[in-house]
């Protein structure tokens, strides 16, 4: 079994940043994609970044220059590094991951449980 817990969501003001960690444990052969989701209040969930396992960054177009996707392969473990937080990014994010549990076996997407994250005006 794979197991995604976020870390580092709060309550900032307008302006501010926050720093969000995402560590997956478990039954790991590979990590492919690593994103971050984002879910306001009575909206759906979308995308807000996406990281490769070679590295290509993708963001979605309201957080663009203002947050950073990193991940530590090492540690099995993304980041979302937020800066110029708007009370339009308030919302419940969430990391997933694309995991192989074993070489040569078919990849699952696994999903952590969510972060608050509230930007105050």
């Known amino acids: 079994q794979v197991q995604l817990v976020e870390s580092g969501g709060g309550l900032v003001q307008a302006g501010g940043s926050l720093r969000l960690s995402c560590v997956v444990s478990?039954?790991?052969?590979?990590?492919?994609?690593m994103g971050w989701y984002r879910q306001a209040t009575g909206k759906q969930r979308e995308l807000v970044a996406t990281?490769?396992?070679?590295?290509?960054?993708n963001y979605a177009d309201p957080v663009k220059g203002r947050f950073t996707i990193s991940r530590d392969n090492a540690k099995n473990t993304v980041y979302l590094q937020m800066s110029s937080l708007k009370p339009e990014d308030t919302a419940v994010y969430y990391c997933?991951?694309?995991?192989?549990?074993?070489?040569?076996?078919?990849?699952?997407?696994?999903w952590g449980q969510g972060t608050q994250v509230t930007v105050s005006s």
């Open positions: 478990g039954t790991i052969f590979r990590i492919n994609v």
């Open positions: 990281d490769t396992s070679g590295g290509s960054t």
């Open positions: 997933n991951a694309d995991v192989s549990p074993r070489s040569g076996g078919p990849t699952f997407r696994y």
